[in-house]
T-cell receptor, first 114, second 110 residues
């Protein structure tokens, strides 16, 4: 079974530029999550989708971050404009309904904002 | 603000010993509890989930949950150098509001 796919793996941008990350969850996983993990900290949930609906986006900085999951499969997370403090690893995870929300993570995208 | 707390470590144990990792959480209605392992530069990988009070064993790992004390722990028996990693505790309520702790760094000394 293929795991969660993410791209790109690394991205370096200047502040005020925009960036987008892509995630493809494990086949059949209806729930998809985006996390931000700053070095030395635990992952922080940004947004959770159930199919193509948003379940939780309470910690998403909506003035600069946006996410979509139009067909209930792939998802994109966008930052516009980026700030220095957005430098982090962005993790995508997915879970299967009925699995007790056990999440499986992709390899992550390391973002550096200069 | 829901919180999950863990000792940051590092926790150092000799090879073959039992490593004990602890986690406390603030939200009394939390329902699901997870332990993840994260190697340096890698993404978290699920070790165990636990949903009801008591112990749950899987190989060398045992998760313990005490909802009255809002406490969950992970025991690693016969610790190996390959267990050296950061261990993350995660908690959720009704399938949302996922909160991760800061992680405890474990070092198993040969």
């Amino acid at each position: 079974e293929a795991g969660v796919a993410q791209s790109p793996r690394y991205k370096i941008i200047e502040k005020r530029q925009s960036v987008a990350f892509w995630c493809n969850p494990i086949s059949g996983h209806a729930t998809l999550y985006w996390y931000q993990q700053i070095l030395g900290q635990g992952p922080k949930l940004l947004i959770q989708f159930q199919n193509n609906g948003v379940v939780d986006d309470s910690q998403l900085p909506k003035d600069r971050f946006s996410a979509e999951r139009l067909k209930g499969v792939d998802s994109t997370l966008k930052i516009q404009p980026a700030k220095l403090e957005d430098s982090a690893v962005y993790l995508c995870a997915s879970s299967f309904a009925g699995s007790g929300y056990e999440q499986y993570f992709g390899p992550g995208t390391r973002l550096t904002v200069t | 603000q829901k919180e999950v707390e863990q000792n940051s470590g590092p926790l150092s144990v000799p090879e073959g010993a039992i490593a004990s990792l602890n986690c406390t959480y603030s939200d009394r209605v939390s329902q699901s509890f997870f332990w993840y392992r994260q190697y340096s530069g890698k993404s978290p990988e699920l070790i165990m989930s636990i949903y009801s009070n008591g112990d749950k064993e899987d190989g060398r790992f045992t998760a313990q949950l005490n909802k009255a004390s809002q406490y969950v722990s992970l025991l690693i028996r016969d610790s190996q150098p390959s267990d050296s990693a950061t261990y993350l505790c995660a908690v959720n309520t009704h399938g949302q509001n996922f909160v991760f702790g800061p992680g405890t760094r474990l070092s198993v000394l040969p």
